[in-house]
């Protein structure tokens, strides 16, 4: 990881990370200035999904309890959200399931440069498929807004 850091690659890199990767990315990205988090979450229902990233980044200090930092996190899981669920955002009520590893990563657009302001990102990552053990596969998604 070099200075091209963006927030976009850093939340990416974060939730596909294994653990012993992890612990260089929180390094990394805290030296240029970043609030990062990982977590988990799965379900069949997309709201549970939204409130465990929520929740998070809320107790992790990642946003404050304020209008402005709510919406752009809400904007933010719901653009990530879209990647997952291929732009149909149901799960359950069409027999889908996903377990997630998701990051949220608060701090500038690009490495060090906060000429327009803080930025959001979150990246979700893992399975979804029937909820039947076997029948997922790998999903991604990534959004990105500012404060």
């Known amino acids: 990881m070099n200075s091209d850091m963006t927030i976009?690659?850093?939340a990416v890199l974060l939730a596909v990370s294994s653990n012993n990767e992890e612990n260089k990315i929180?390094?990394?990205g805290e030296?240029?200035?970043y609030k990062l988090f990982k977590g988990r979450a799965g379900s069949m229902d997309g709201e549970k999904i939204f409130a465990a990233v929520e929740t998070a980044a809320k107790r992790r200090g990642i946003i404050q309890n304020q209008y402005r930092?709510?919406?752009?996190?809400?904007h933010s899981i719901l653009d990530a959200f879209h990647g997952v669920c291929r732009g149909?955002?149901?799960l359950g009520s069409i027999l889908r399931s996903v377990g997630l590893i998701f990051s949220v990563v608060r701090g500038p657009r690009l490495?060090?440069?906060y000429s327009d302001g803080e930025?959001?990102?979150?990246?979700l990552y893992g399975t979804i498929g029937a909820p039947i053990k076997g029948f997922e596969?790998?999903?991604m998604g990534l959004g990105i807004n500012n404060i």
């Open 137 to 139: 596969h790998e999903v």
């Open 8 to 10: 976009g690659k850093l």
């Open 111 to 113: 490495a060090g440069d």
């Open 119 to 123: 930025w959001l990102a979150v990246a």
């Open 69 to 74: 930092e709510e919406h752009t996190l809400y």
């Open 31 to 33: 030296e240029l200035g």
């Open 88 to 90: 149909e955002l149901a």
């Open 26 to 28: 929180f390094k990394k």
